[in-house]
């Protein structure tokens, strides 16, 4: 069985608060966007796990799939073994959650192939786990994200008529590092207020509160952002926690857009 775990943006992100247990309270839009990896699992007699495509940071057995794949192991000790082949296209470190997409369909697909018969309030469970961005991708719809952004409410966003725009610097951001430089403060306005207004109004409200200490650490990062709105974009932002920034373009206004470094630029219709 194949899935094809798509990436998300963030519309805004406010950090609120510090939570006790160490988290952070914080309110975002999530929106998905059509930029994928690849997942297939094989029934095997040995449990294996095959990477391509770029490379998967850190050790493979903190891989999410493998996680995803243990996780649901202890409930279903009946679960077979299979051999994952996981080709990534999806940048890792970039904000656009291609980790936490790879073990939402993790998850997702074991439950069909295998016939575990979870409802989707399980699989949300289950995907809480394994990290904040990982229930969005159960749903995988535009969706308000409060609490550590695992508490999810789907919102009527509509941005189809648009074009985006992701540019990836080749910085992979440590999240827990990024925190590090929040200071968690009350938005001047929610974000969802933010969004009923048209979107030209949103490139002087609407805010990523990790972008601003990005751009400190990382002075090269502001050059993408003023090259997205030089080049027509009618909003422009980071996602997450960074690097990758994403412009929105009217559908017959995309420009060629080059950088003298060596960007991945890719254009989502």
């Known amino acids: 069985m194949i899935f094809f775990p798509n990436c998300k943006i963030n519309l805004g992100l406010n950090i609120i608060r510090r939570r006790p247990d160490g988290f952070h309270d914080l309110e975002t839009?999530?929106?998905?966007?059509?930029?994928?990896?690849?997942?297939?699992?094989?029934?095997?007699?040995?449990?294996?796990?095959?990477?391509?495509?770029?490379?998967?940071?850190?050790?493979?057995?903190?891989?999410?799939?493998?996680?995803?794949?243990?996780?649901?192991?202890?409930?279903?000790?009946?679960?077979?073994?299979?051999?994952?082949?996981?080709?990534?296209?999806?940048?890792?470190?970039?904000?656009?959650?291609?980790?936490?997409?790879?073990?939402?369909?993790?998850?997702?697909?074991?439950?069909?192939?295998?016939?575990?018969?979870?409802?989707?309030?399980e699989l949300m469970q289950y995907a809480r786990e394994l990290g904040s961005d990982c229930p969005f991708f159960i749903l995988n719809k535009p969706c308000f994200g409060s609490g550590r952004g695992d508490v999810l409410e789907p919102i009527e966003l509509n941005l189809s008529k648009y074009v985006f725009v992701l540019v990836h610097p080749g910085i992979h951001m440590d999240t827990a590092l990024a925190f590090s430089g929040i200071t968690p403060t009350l938005p001047a306005r929610p974000i969802r207020e933010i969004?009923?207004?048209?979107?030209?109004?949103?490139?002087?409200?609407?805010?990523?509160?990790?972008?601003?200490?990005?751009?400190r650490k990382y002075p090269e990062l502001v050059t993408i952002r003023d090259t997205l709105y030089a080049?027509?974009?009618?909003?422009?932002?980071?996602?997450?926690?960074?690097?990758?920034f994403y412009g929105i373009f009217e559908k017959q206004s995309v420009p060629s857009i080059r950088f003298e470094q060596n960007f991945r630029v890719d254009i989502l219709k």
Not at 44 to 52: E, H, L
Not at 197 to 210: E, T, V
Request: glycine share 10%.
């Open 29 to 121: 839009v999530f929106y998905p966007l059509p930029l994928r990896d690849i997942i297939e699992a094989v029934p095997s007699d040995q449990f294996n796990f095959t990477g391509s495509g770029l490379p998967l940071p850190g050790n493979q057995e903190n891989n999410l799939c493998i996680r995803a794949y243990r996780l649901l192991k202890k409930r279903f000790p009946s679960l077979p073994p299979v051999h994952f082949f996981l080709h990534k296209n999806i940048p890792a470190g970039a904000g656009l959650g291609g980790g936490s997409a790879d073990a939402a369909c993790t998850l997702r697909m074991l439950n069909q192939q295998f016939d575990l018969d979870l409802s989707g309030q």
């Open 195 to 215: 969004l009923r207004a048209p979107l030209p109004a949103w490139r002087s409200a609407l805010i990523n509160d990790f972008e601003a200490p990005a751009i």
């Open 231 to 244: 080049s027509g974009a009618v909003y422009a932002s980071m996602t997450g926690s960074g690097s990758s």
